[in-house]
């Protein structure tokens, strides 16, 4: 099955400076690749996602960055605001076996005021 | 569409007790699955289900048990509490075409369980 891992576990940023979260995965035959946010006390939320047949995805102030080769994708985020504190998760569906998303560890993202 | 239904959104239950948490959708989507979320750590699948009346183990099934006998519900059966199954658990959903996993899924508001 999939292997998804994900760095770093916390992140403190200014608000304005940007943020960048990475995760590598284990099957190179993975071709989607979404990002979750999750507010305090609720469920995650899809925020952007991107497909194995483009590089890069932007979307406003964030974007996905995906290297095949190295088998790693990166959410980044420009001009951190307070409302974007929250726990982010990647995630990497299976290839085969479980038909389930397997979720990265996630990053608590705090944007100091 | 309200989306993904969990309910309860808290419960305390003693060691040994047994309790269904419950997970509706109405968007019509096959999939259906059943993650827990412990403090500071990420979402472990417990079961998953491709359509009604068909599920399956994920990475963390003991203790817990399921059913999908309509396409809109998938209830969460924990038979015997222990104090390792506290944790925030979350119903999600999504619409899979031919088993392509390529597509957003929904997640419900997360029931918190305590056992003590």
Wanted: charged share 20%.
């Amino acid at each position: 099955g999939e292997n998804v891992e994900q760095h770093p576990s916390t992140l403190s940023v200014q608000e304005g400076d940007s943020a960048v979260i990475k995760c590598t995965y284990s099957d190179s035959a993975s071709n989607y690749f979404p990002w979750y946010k999750q507010e305090l006390g609720k469920g995650p939320q899809l925020i952007i996602d991107i497909r194995s047949n483009v590089g890069e995805k932007k979307d406003q102030r964030i974007a996905v960055t995906l290297n095949k080769t190295a088998k790693h994708f990166s959410l980044h985020i420009t001009e951190t605001q307070p409302e974007d504190s929250a726990v982010y998760f990647c995630a990497a569906p299976p290839v085969t076996g479980r038909r389930a998303l397997t979720f990265g560890s996630g990053t608590r993202l705090q944007v100091q005021p | 569409n309200a989306g993904v239904t969990q309910t309860p959104k808290f419960r305390i239950l003693k060691i040994g007790q047994s309790m269904t948490l419950q997970c509706t959708q109405d968007m019509n989507h096959n999939y259906m699955y059943w993650y827990r979320q412990d403090p500071g750590m990420g979402l472990k699948l417990i079961y998953y289900s491709v359509g009604a009346g068909i599920t399956d183990k994920g990475e963390v099934p003991n203790g817990y048990n399921v059913s999908r006998s309509t396409t809109e519900d998938f209830p969460l059966r924990l038979e015997l509490a222990a104090p390792s199954q506290t944790s925030v658990y979350f119903c999600a959903s999504s619409y899979s075409r031919q088993g392509n996993m390529n597509t957003e899924a929904f997640f419900g508001q997360g029931t918190r369980l305590t056992v003590v």
